[in-house]
């Protein structure tokens, strides 16, 4: 379910911020390669970089496009002086520990091209209105990253939000999706017009690019 709103998401970032462009694809975390597939037929280049062998044999079945490296960047960065107009990172942030989205984050950084976006997600956003439930219904704490997290991260890193894209505000669930999609679909188009609603959603997916000094 979400995956399908976040290739709306996706779509429309290619859109908006690649019309008519090649694109250098670095996505990291890669994993089996869910990222790299999607944006397959819009890559000049992709490069998935993962430490996991065991998601990297499924990627390397799956991504038919592209070169797939298990390295860990933060500890030895193999992409020397190469530059991406796009890295991705989906799943990654919220799950790492603060010092390692730091490290992680500055190589990102020092791999963007002048005129490329840095793409993550946060899914385990604390503030979402699910959260904010289950907190209310006195879950034990949620752990996951918060929206002052993400901008201290990129604070620290030179990075400017450029655009947002708020999914799962209503708070539904895979498990639990209390509606048909169609209806979610439709109103997480409305949420997502609420100002105060948009920093609520139980998955963010962040546009940032290089703040320029
Ligand atoms: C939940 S998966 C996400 C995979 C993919 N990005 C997606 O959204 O489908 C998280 C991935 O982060 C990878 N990972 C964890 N620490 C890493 C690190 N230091 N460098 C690169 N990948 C790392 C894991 O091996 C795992 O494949």
């Known amino acids: 379910m979400i995956w399908q709103f976040e290739k709306t998401s996706l779509d429309h970032i290619l859109a908006t911020f690649y019309p008519d462009t090649q694109i250098d694809l670095l996505d990291f975390a890669c994993g089996t390669g869910r990222i790299m597939n999607y944006f397959a037929e819009r890559t000049r280049q992709a490069v998935g970089v993962d430490v996991s062998p065991s998601m990297l044999e499924v990627a390397r079945n ?5 070169r797939i490296i298990e390295a860990d960047l933060t500890r030895e960065d193999i992409l020397g002086d190469r530059k991406f107009n796009l890295i991705t990172a ?5 799950n790492a520990q603060p010092e390692l989205r730091i490290q992680v984050m500055r190589v990102l950084r020092n791999h963007l091209a002048d005129n490329g976006y840095i793409v993550f997600n946060n899914h385990k956003n604390t503030g979402s209105i699910r959260n904010r439930l289950a907190r209310l219904c006195g879950r034990k704490k949620y752990r996951g990253m918060s929206t002052a997290e993400i901008s201290d991260l990129l604070k620290e890193s030179n990075l400017n939000v450029v655009k947002v894209y708020p999914l799962a505000i209503f708070p539904a669930s895979e498990k639990r999706p209390l509606l048909p999609i169609f209806i979610l679909r ?19 997916i962040f546009v940032c690019s290089r703040k320029m000094n």
Do not use: Q, Y
């Open 90 to 94: 989906f799943r990654f942030f919220p």
């Open 186 to 204: 439709s109103l997480e188009t409305i949420l997502g017009w609420i100002r105060p609603l948009r920093n609520m959603g139980g998955n963010l």
């Open 62 to 66: 799956n991504v038919g496009k592209g």
